[in-house]
């Protein structure tokens, strides 16, 4: 996370997120992460769907259900949103 806003360490700092995923699936934070950096290199589809696992993965965390909303309103997937949060 400290990473991330340095530009000339974002690749080292994905790295690290996929294997953080890779190593603790269960922990929306990593997923919520890789999404915001995705979102900021323009991989919006990729972006979604990664808040959308973290939303899921930790359904009390509003900040993880909002970014996942706002990430599905840009990319016009609000029914499948809805649909998600009405489950």
């Known amino acids: 996370q400290m990473r991330l806003p340095d530009p000339r360490r974002q690749a080292e700092a994905e790295r690290l997120l996929r294997r953080s995923v890779r190593l603790r699936p269960q922990a929306a934070a990593g997923y919520f992460l ?38 599905a309103r840009a990319t ?6 809805l649909r998600l949060f009405q489950q």
């Open 76 to 81: 016009d997937a609000v029914p499948e949103a």
């Open 34 to 71: 890789l999404a915001s950096q995705a979102w900021e290199h323009g991989r919006f589809a990729e972006a979604t769907e990664l808040y959308r696992f973290a939303s899921c993965l930790d359904d009390r965390e509003e900040q993880f259900a909002d970014a996942y909303f706002r990430a």
